[in-house]
């Protein structure tokens, strides 16, 4: 079944594709901490934010309505949380609510690049080498791999259902339906992950991200570090150097 993959444009080539994954997850978490820690109030920090992502994107060759349309997915649940804000501090609720909106939308976006211009298994090794703990990494390249297999095996049970029901299902009948679904693909799902693991152990897998390609720093990867964590860091300080 065909499936929308995070990372189908991975295979571009293009200036943020050819940096170094170690370097782009990085870059992110910077750019991520420096969204965070703006000054609410300020407007002008944010606009910059913008404007330096716009910059990755134009430079990674993305098409822009695949990106927009992926943060639409997540950015409609951080509404649903923050939309009480306003309502819990009367004082600077309504610029609390639009700074967390901006924040994560900007942190999504920021997300999403990463995740379309690298590998999904270069990305997973460029965390292995940053020493981040391997169980989160693991959960995580199990959690990309085997996700599409279980909606797949949904819609085969979602078909099935339709191919033996006919006309409309009353509301009791449709919930139980469901309910049954759900629990036959708990209980598939836990014996594909049985099989598995136990196939995974007898080709001695070790928990190590194997990987083709090889990561060497180059003299473009150190610029570009330096280069985004200045304009960051002055980004962020704007309003200090402003004052």
Known sequence: MRHSYIDKYAKLDSFIHRIDPRIK??????????????????????????ILLFLFIVLSRIPFLFIFKKSLTVIPFVVLIAIFIPFINKDNGVILFQSIIIKSYLSIVSMIILSTSTRSTDLLKGMERLKVPGIFIMIASFMYRYLFLIVDEMQRMQRAKESRSFGKMNRLRLIRTLSNIIGVLFVRSYERAERVYLAMCSRGFSGEIKTLNSFRLKISDIVFL???????????????WSS
């Not at 978490?29 to 913008?50: E, H």
């Open 226 to 240: 330096i280069g985004i964590s200045t304009i960051l860091f002055a980004t962020l300080t704007l309003r200090f």
């Open 25 to 50: 997850i990085v870059v992110f978490f910077i750019f991520v901490f420096s969204v965070v820690l703006t000054d609410p109030a300020s407007v002008l920090p944010f606009f910059l934010y913008g």
